[in-house]
């Protein structure tokens, strides 16, 4: 099978079950908002380095969550790619979302309670991070424009990622040692 099909070179692409849309599509544009944030994911693991002091088997731990998030994304893109109406292949579910609440709550034990807001940055990986959260957060809001057409357990779990991602960063800013940067407000 050929990478390039043609198909799209006049500006549509297929949602799942074959239906011809237009690149720009809010469909489109949400699922492909979504693999962008699995994309920055996906760097964000490539910066998990030896600077960190991870707590016994955390490390493990900490990649295969990831790794199934980035799987879960391809879940909510199939759902997003499929026409209203039409059965989806790979449904969340409210477990799903369990499971982004129990390991916030894991990471958020281990770390000091936020007084003030926090910029991104420190460790290279904590700030790939927190741009992925920025970018779930854009897929958030192009799935509300789609609304009613969308399964609600979708808009639930992307507004979960990101405080998951948040999280994150948060805690391989912890294990780095990496100070957060807390926002200053200059009258």
């Given at each position: 099978?050929?990478?390039?099909t043609?198909?799209?070179d006049k500006?549509?692409t297929?949602?799942?079950y074959?239906?011809r849309?237009p690149k720009?599509?809010?469909r489109v544009?949400?699922?492909?908002?979504c693999?962008?944030?699995?994309a920055?994911?996906?760097?964000?693991?490539?910066?998990?380095?030896?600077?960190l002091?991870?707590p016994?088997a955390?490390?493990?731990?900490?990649?295969?969550?990831?790794?199934?998030v980035?799987e879960l994304?391809?879940?909510?893109?199939?759902?997003?790619?499929?026409?209203?109406g039409?059965?989806?292949?790979?449904?969340?579910?409210?477990?799903?979302?369990m499971a982004?609440?129990?390991?916030?709550?894991?990471w958020d034990?281990k770390?000091?309670?936020?007084?003030?807001f926090?910029?991104p940055g420190?460790h290279a990986?904590a700030?790939?991070?927190?741009?992925a959260?920025?970018?779930?957060?854009?897929a958030e809001?192009i799935?509300?424009?789609?609304?009613?057409?969308?399964s609600?357990?979708v808009?639930?779990y992307?507004?979960r990622?990101s405080?998951y991602?948040f999280v994150?960063a948060?805690y391989?800013?912890h294990?780095?040692?990496?100070?957060e940067?807390?926002?200053?407000i200059h009258?």
């Open positions: 099978m050929r990478i390039y043609r198909s799209g500006g549509t297929s949602l799942i074959g239906e849309v720009n599509d809010l544009e949400a699922y492909g908002t693999d962008e944030a699995n920055v994911i996906g760097m964000a693991i490539s910066q998990l380095d030896q600077s002091v991870w016994e955390e490390e493990a731990i900490f990649r295969s969550e990831m790794k199934r980035q994304l391809f879940h909510v893109g199939s759902e997003l790619a499929t026409p209203e039409k059965e989806v292949a790979w449904k969340l579910n409210t477990t799903d979302i982004l609440e129990q390991q916030i709550d894991g034990e770390l000091p309670p936020i007084r003030q926090i910029l420190g990986a700030a790939a991070f927190h741009q959260r920025t970018v779930v957060r854009r809001r799935v509300v424009e789609l609304n009613a057409s969308v609600s357990v808009l639930i992307l507004n990622l405080d991602l994150a948060r391989i800013n294990i780095s040692d990496q100070e940067t807390l926002l200053q009258h």
